[in-house]
């Protein structure tokens, strides 16, 4: 038994108090300064060793849970691990990630997903929750074993061909079916292939000019309004991957209206680069879906503003430097975004007043976890609820350094901009693994960890 | 001029430096002996990644005549194609010492990477870098037009010219546009809608699908033909070829209502009976062999003006 005292702390923003956790729950919300000698004389005679944290000025929010996250192992562990991208993640404030499946062997069978999961488990910086590929090899021909994956000890419900689009209209049919046997979801990488074949960058005024092949937005929104019509026809739910287009909002917006049971993410990046960026040719302004324009920029922001769109995820995509640095049409696409998603996004929805802090919290903790139904994680900063924290420090300003970074990729394109906001502390299952800003110590895996239900109690994403 | 990436990197004022400067040189080609010894121990590297070679003996041309040593590499197929990343062959050219690099390369943007990325010191020239610019293609046309049109001298304030081909893939297109609205002049593009890039009107263009209606609406000085490659058709660019030489091919009749004065203008190399007929190509207007020579004229400028400024280390 472990006990841990938050001292005056004010979660979501609100009136402060002293948080007070045993083991992996929130015990009790005290008034501030209510955790007296007396209350931390009776945790240290039932619990022992009490640890605390001053939260003097900062702000408690429910654990990040990213629906979108690139950690590459197995395969590319000279881009990421599991357990380099589990750190990130905890300097980042998320309690829990979704590794997706575009990993080599691709994680289309339950072997390869309990493989992550167990890494995930070990390395206890933060929940690794894997996402299981759709289609074998993601080719978008055959169904995985989806249930196979779902019934395992990771316990998967989102499914995702990320990196490609399950093209096939059937295939996307029978997927979207098959997984409500198991509440599943199926996350869609929205892009048609033959309109983006060879795709550098947003077709548009900068392409023209820079001569690099253009990545329509039509491409992304066709897909959208189709996959739509498809969850809608079979009384599925989807899940819309990096939404890019003033478009797709304009499209989900309508979705919504219709009742279809439709839930969207956006990246940080999205809501604050622009195609602008790609004049210099530096690929690490290289993403897909691509850096779009101004307006789209702000649509999204808009987006997230009206409930829109869903979720912010991060879509941390590591690569090694040699990937990064060639010519434009040579480059991995891609971008690191778990050190830097929630400073972003305090930068592009917070300081402009499209969000509050609860509303944060939302997009970045409770409805992420409600659309993965991954079971404790976004509770509420209740008593009775998991100790996934987030502690953050609203007043401080940094400049991005990669070198500083855990991930072990370097290819932000924030490096050198200035942005709000500090992770103080992360708190996995009552446990802090991030404490004054670093890294401290992972969670030891115990047997109660992670149990592979995968079944969310009252969740209600859409 | 410390490098040229691109067209628009240049002003009017440079612009017609490099035209006056060409003018120069072109008059030294004509002597006995036509060599200039202003770089001499200075070592002009040739970076071509892609298979051009009218255009890598022009620079050689160029920088032979300027007394320069000159080092042609041949980097057979780009990281791209998994050969060495542009940044190894960049650290060899440095280690080598050399002052200028002109580089040919099959991606967009690698001139820009090799003078931005802090591999390498020299000056470097952009020969063409995918479907983004060929600048010394555009001062070269620019110099034939202003010979042509202008008297030799000047900008080319007011000239009419049409752009003809596949604007959409076309280097030579982006950087023509951007260097002839910089001298002043009125550039028309005409190409089928498929061949035009999205975002084209942003560009300080004037632009038409009708080649007919673009060549008869005012007067027209000069046409400039772009090479159009038969490998479009397969990606439904245009149904055949047949269909785009009776569109948008450019052949004597076509030229037939122009002013006395107007000239034709090729990047080469043509294909003839596709995007410029023989009796166009070969006939009076034709100012395309009279590019070559002023490709050489024109790249020495380039050369001369971005080496012989600075230091001798």
């Known amino acids: ?462 | 001029m410390r490098h040229l990436l691109s067209a628009g990197d240049l002003s009017a004022a440079e612009a017609i430096e490099v035209l006056d400067v060409a003018a120069q040189m072109a008059a030294t080609s004509g002597r006995q002996i036509n060599k200039l010894p202003a770089l001499r121990g200075r070592t002009v590297v040739n970076l071509f990644y892609e298979d051009s070679t009218r255009t890598r003996l022009s620079f050689e041309a160029a920088a032979k005549r300027l007394s320069a040593d000159v080092i042609t590499f041949s980097a057979k197929g780009s990281s791209v194609s998994k050969g060495e990343s542009l940044k190894d062959t960049a650290l060899t050219l440095a280690a080598i010492g050399a002052d200028a690099v002109v580089v040919r390369h099959p991606a967009s943007g690698a001139a820009h990477r090799l003078a931005t990325a802090g591999w390498i010191d020299a000056a470097v020239l952009n020969a063409g870098d995918g479907t983004h610019e060929h600048p010394t293609q555009a001062l070269l046309d620019a110099f034939t037009l202003r010979r042509a049109l202008a008297g030799g001298t000047g900008d080319l304030a007011g000239v009419r010219v049409v752009i003809v081909g596949d604007v959409l893939h076309s280097r030579v297109a982006r950087s023509n546009v951007l260097l002839l609205h910089t001298l002043g002049a009125h550039v028309t593009l005409v190409a089928p809608p498929t061949l035009l890039p999205v975002g084209v009107g942003s560009w300080p263009c004037e632009v038409s699908t009708d080649l007919d209606e673009a060549l008869t609406r005012g007067p027209v000085d000069a046409v400039m033909v772009l090479r159009v490659q038969l490998e479009r058709m397969q990606a439904s660019f245009f149904p055949s070829a047949r269909e785009y030489t009776r569109r948008y091919g450019v052949d004597a009749t076509r030229l037939q209502g122009l002013p006395e004065h107007a000239v034709l203008l090729h990047p080469g190399p043509m294909n003839r009976g596709l995007e410029i007929s023989a009796d166009a190509a070969d006939g009076p207007r034709s100012r395309i062999v009279e590019q070559v020579a002023n490709g050489v004229s024109t790249r020495m400028a380039v050369l001369y003006l971005m080496l012989a400024g600075s230091e001798t280390p």
């Open chain 1, 1 to 462: 038994m472990t006990a841990l005292v938050i001292h005056d702390v004010a979660p979501l923003g609100g009136e402060r108090v002293d948080l007070v956790v045993i083991d992996a729950v929130i015990d009790a919300l005290l008034p501030a300064h209510g955790a007296d000698a007396a209350v931390l004389e009776g945790l240290r005679r039932n619990h022992g060793e009490v640890a605390r944290v001053d939260g003097a000025g900062l702000i408690a929010l429910p654990g990040l849970v990213d629906l979108h996250t690139h950690l590459r192992e197995p395969g590319r562990e000279d881009a990421e691990t599991v357990l380099t991208g589990s750190r990130a993640a905890a300097r980042g404030g998320f309690t829990a990630v979704h590794a997706m499946a575009n990993t080599a062997p691709v994680a289309d069978t339950a072997g390869v997903v309990e493989q992550v999961w167990r890494l995930g488990r070990e390395a206890g910086w933060t929940e690794v929750r894997p996402v299981g590929a759709v289609t074998l090899g993601l080719e978008g021909k055959q169904l995985a074993e989806l249930g196979a994956m779902a019934d395992s000890a990771a316990g998967v419900r989102v499914f995702s061909d990320d990196g490609h689009c399950v093209d096939d209209a059937l295939v996307m049919r029978r997927a979207l079916e098959y997984v409500r046997a198991f509440d599943g979801v199926i996350a869609q990488h929205a892009q048609e292939p033959r309109l983006t074949d060879g795709a550098q960058m947003h077709e548009g005024t900068v392409s023209s000019v820079l001569g690099l092949r253009g990545w329509p937005a039509v491409a992304e929104e066709a897909i959208i309004a189709r996959d739509m019509l498809l969850a809608d026809h079979v009384g599925s739910r989807l899940h819309v991957c990096h939404v890019s287009t003033a478009g797709s909002v304009e499209l989900i917006r309508w979705g919504r209206s219709r009742g279809v049971a439709v839930t969207a993410e956006v990246t940080p990046h999205h809501l604050v680069l622009d195609h602008e960026r790609a004049r210099g040719y530096d690929p690490l302004f290289k993403v897909n879906p691509p850096l779009r324009t101004a307006d789209d920029v702000a649509a999204l922001r808009a987006g997230v503003a009206d409930g829109t769109i869903d979720i912010v995820a991060t879509d941390h995509a590591p690569h090694p430097p040699e990937a990064k640095e060639g010519e434009w049409a040579g480059a991995a696409m891609g971008m690191t975004g778990l050190e830097t998603a929630l400073s972003v996004a305090i930068h592009a929805l917070v300081e402009p007043g499209h969000l509050d802090w609860a509303g944060l919290a939302r997009v970045m903790s409770t409805a992420p976890a409600a659309i993965g139904r991954v079971a404790g994680q976004g509770e509420p900063l209740a008593a009775g609820s998991t100790a996934n924290l987030v502690l953050l420090d609203p007043a401080a300003r940094a400049v991005v350094d990669p070198a500083q970074h855990a991930s072990r990729g370097r290819n932000t394109p924030f490096a050198g901009m200035e942005l709000p906001g500090a992770v103080v502390a992360t708190v996995l299952r009552g446990h802090p693994v991030v404490l004054g800003g670093r890294l401290a110590t992972p969670r030891p895996a115990g047997p109660e960890q992670g149990s592979g239900s995968g079944s969310a109690p009252g969740a209600s994403a859409r």
